[in-house]
């Protein structure tokens, strides 16, 4: 499993040539490494935005694949030919009826849970690293997940002919573990939570060399979700939204997005404006919550215990540079209990017709518990981020949603349960109203 490839051609001036530390500014050349060997401080890739601003258009964007690849020289790749699998430019939805059952006036779902080819947001920084992986000479790649990276790193690698090993824990919802084995990777399912399948990994990834999306390879992986902020501010019609809600794991998506809105500000593409960042955390695993509710500047670790399992990282990488940008920005950061949830889920189904998975159920239930607080202004241009597919956590919400209504082949049969459904919503409504 650890023959070398051929890496590809190098046919453009990369926009990228370093690493750089976000505390300490040291830096390093553009390899598999992920922590400063000076201060222990995450590395982030630099870029030239002079050469960005000299090749890089709107009408350059325009003219590019309908994938993220269309800001390839926003990304950290060099070859020309990228490992697309069409991720990228998934639907910014106008949720009017959402809007108006929140009394917002400017409301977007941005909806990774139809995104390709996995249905999360994670097909895009996993096709961003394992095109970085090749470069580097990788044959086999692996991640630590809580579900939706194991099956982006899955599918992707096959696609792109890696050998995969994956790591999760052994208690993830049924549909993310098939969704993973689909794809014949090496799936490891680990006796233990995120954080301890994490720190697993990090020994793999110094014992055995292979290219860990989440770990050595983690500076590169993370710069894919700036796609989620081009893709808005140029569905937007090359304008920045007033608010974003964005759900909080490691806190590394958040911090991305900002970066990504900066970036297009930075190289004249969008005009500057203030954007508040707000985050939503289940109540089970708050770390980042707690800590902007608490006032402080750092992290408690904490053992999740939530059905949001997807973004339960009790021991949050990124949550720091989070916490900044809320207070920032004037946003915010909440949690959410586990049947605000589930109410959060079946609103945004109910309303917009989008089935999310539990990260997406935390964020729209953190958006109206903001919108409630006077937090959000009706008139803000809003855009919430949904992450990923319902279908892949049909076990938190089935017990939630009813049952058909069994009935005989004859008309008599169907108008008799129609009637009685039509009664039962009747008292639904009534008692939601009260």
Not at 292 to 303: A, L
Request: proline share 5%; hydrophobic share 40%.
């Amino acid at each position: 499993m650890t023959q070398a490839i051929e890496r590809p051609t190098l046919t453009t001036k990369p926009a990228f040539h370093k690493l750089k530390c976000k505390e300490c500014g040291a830096e390093y050349e553009a390899e598999a490494k992920h922590v400063c060997d000076l201060c222990f401080g995450p590395l982030e890739v630099k870029y030239d935005y002079d050469v960005i601003r000299n090749t890089v258009t709107r009408e350059t964007i325009e003219a590019g694949p309908n994938s993220i690849w269309r800001y390839r020289q926003f990304l950290p790749v060099e070859s020309s030919d990228p490992i697309d699998v069409g991720t990228g430019m998934t639907p910014l939805v106008e949720a009017k009826r959402l809007a108006r059952r929140l009394g917002l006036k400017k409301l977007y779902i941005k909806n990774d849970a139809v995104n390709m080819p996995t249905l999360s947001f994670k097909d895009r920084v996993v096709s961003v690293a394992l095109t970085r992986a090749r470069e580097l000479g990788f044959s086999t790649v692996s991640c630590a997940s809580t579900g939706n990276l194991a099956n982006s790193t899955a599918a992707i690698a096959a696609h792109a002919g890696l050998d995969c090993c994956v790591f999760i824990p052994a208690d993830l919802e049924a549909g993310k573990v098939l969704g993973t084995l689909i794809y014949n990777p090496t799936l490891m399912a680990v006796k233990g939570n995120y954080d301890q399948v994490n720190r697993l990994c990090s020994e793999v990834a110094n014992t055995h060399g292979w290219g860990f999306v989440n770990i050595n390879l983690r500076p590169y992986y993370s710069e894919g979700s700036k796609t989620l902020g081009f893709e808005v501010a140029e569905q937007l019609g090359w304008e920045l939204p007033d608010h974003i809600v964005a759900p909080l794991a490691s806190g590394s998506l958040f911090g991305k997005i900002y970066k990504g809105f900066n970036e297009f500000v930075e190289c004249g593409l969008v005009e500057g404006k203030d954007v508040r960042f707000s985050g939503a955390q289940a109540e089970g695993c708050s770390p980042i919550s707690q800590a902007f509710k608490e006032g402080r500047d750092f992290i408690k670790p904490v053992k999740p215990n939530t059905i949001a399992k997807s973004i339960a990282i009790g021991n949050p990488a990124d949550g720091v540079y989070a916490l900044e940008i809320a207070k920032k920005t004037n946003g915010n950061i909440e949690d959410v209990t586990d049947p605000e949830i589930i109410e959060g889920m079946k609103l945004l189904a109910e309303t917009e017709g989008i089935f999310t998975e539990t990260a997406g159920g935390t964020t729209i239930a953190v958006l109206k518990k903001l919108v409630e607080a006077g937090k959000i202004d009706p008139d803000e241009t809003t855009v919430a981020y949904i992450t990923g597919n319902g279908l892949k956590t049909q076990e938190a919400i089935s017990a939630y949603v009813g049952e058909p209504l069994t009935i005989e082949p004859k008309l008599e049969s169907f108008e008799a349960a129609f009637e009685r459904a039509n009664t039962l919503n009747r008292l639904d409504w009534e008692q939601t109203t009260v």
